[in-house]
């Protein structure tokens, strides 16, 4: 389960997310537009981030821009 240590990994890069309007999920609760969040790892369609509720969680892109 090599998800379980994502936390501690390095951080791979920055992004800002732009917007927590999801169409399926609630996010505005764990995501702040505006807010700069550290990458822990990424996939083709994810970026897994620390969110604001401090755990490992991992989101679309399209919320995101590269900072």
């Not at 501690?8 to 537009?33: R, S, W, Y």
């Not at 369609?45 to 989101?59: A, H, K, L, Q, T």
Request: aromatic share 14%; hydrophobic share 35%.
């Amino acid at each position: 389960m090599i998800h379980k240590n994502w936390e501690n990994n390095e951080t791979i890069k920055q992004i800002e997310c732009v917007h927590n309007d999801a169409k399926k999920f609630v996010v505005e609760n764990v995501l702040t537009p505006g807010k700069v969040y550290d990458v822990k790892n990424e996939s083709e369609e994810f970026y897994f981030v620390i969110d604001n509720s401090g755990r490992m969680g991992g989101f679309y892109k399209e919320y995101f821009k590269e900072v």
